[in-house]
Nanobody
Framework: QVQLVESGGGSVQAGGSLRLSCAAS????????MAWFRQAPGKEREGVAA????????YYVDSVKGRFTISQDNAENTVYLQMNGLQSADTAMYYC????????????????????WGQGTQVTVSS
C-alpha cells in the first residue's frame, strides 16, 4: 500500500484560498485513483474530488465545483487540492485517499472505494 501524508491546511477568512498537498511514498500514484475527502464535526466523511484514469478525468462534488481543483504531479508523487473562494461550510478535516481500482466514470465518491488514507489536515474558514 501507498503511504499518504497531507499538508497545507490552516485557518483562512471566507473568500480566501488554500492549497492542500498529499505526498505519497511506497508506491507510485501515477496509475491510482486519488481523492480528497473531508469530514466536519458531527458529519459523515464526504468525497470532495478525485483524479483518475491516468489524470485524464476528474470528479467534484457539486458544492465545490468551480472553486476547487484537483491535480497530480507524478514526478513529485503528489496530489494537490487547490481551494479558492473558501466558505465556512468548507471547514473540515481533509483526507487524501488512494485506490488501486480504475474507474470509467465516478459519479459519487465512497470511502469503501479507497484502501489507503492519510492522517488528515485541518481547514478552518472563518466568516
Amino acid at each position: 500500500q501507498v503511504q499518504l501524508v497531507e499538508s497545507g491546511g490552516g485557518s483562512v477568512q471566507a473568500g480566501g484560498s488554500l492549497r492542500l498537498s498529499c505526498a505519497a511514498s511506497g508506491n507510485s500514484v501515477s496509475r491510482k485513483t486519488m481523492a480528497w475527502f473531508r469530514q466536519a464535526p458531527g458529519k459523515e466523511r464526504e468525497g470532495v474530488a478525485a483524479i483518475y484514469d491516468g489524470r485524464t478525468k476528474t470528479y467534484y462534488v457539486d458544492s465545490v465545483k468551480g472553486r476547487f481543483t484537483i491535480s497530480q504531479d507524478n514526478a513529485e508523487n503528489t496530489v494537490y487540492l487547490q481551494m479558492n473562494g473558501l466558505q465556512s461550510a468548507d471547514t473540515a478535516m481533509y483526507y487524501c485517499a488512494a485506490s488501486e481500482m480504475g474507474y470509467l466514470k465516478i459519479v459519487k465518491l465512497a470511502e469503501r472505494m479507497f484502501a489507503s488514507w492519510g492522517q488528515g489536515t485541518q481547514v478552518t474558514v472563518s466568516s
